[in-house]
């Protein structure tokens, strides 16, 4: 798995294993500069294509899933008797 970049904000990137909006935009700009086909930019940086075009339909559709923070209380039991 090579991971060949001279770009530091990529090289970062590529190591994580799980990339949120933003680095997925780096990615798929770096690779849309790159002109190649995704197969070829995948190995070159030591991902699977599927990765980059999946993001790449996700950021497309405009259909992300937003996750919202939420607050977990515990249950009052009332008193039956």
Do not use: C, Y
């Not at 949120?20 to 190649?36: C, H, Q, Y």
């Not at 940086?45 to 790449?56: P, S």
């Not at 937003?66 to 209380?73: F, G, Q, S």
């Amino acid at each position: 798995m090579t991971r060949n970049t001279s770009n530091p904000t990529l090289a970062l990137i590529l190591k994580r294993q799980r990339w949120n909006v933003r680095d997925a935009e780096v990615v798929l700009s770096t690779w849309r500069e790159s002109g190649d086909p995704a197969s070829r930019f995948a190995e070159r940086h030591g991902l699977v294509a599927e990765r980059i075009l999946r993001w790449r339909r996700r950021l497309s559709s405009g259909t992300l899933i937003r996750l919202h923070p939420v607050e977990v209380r515990p249950r009052h039991h009332r008193n039956l008797l």
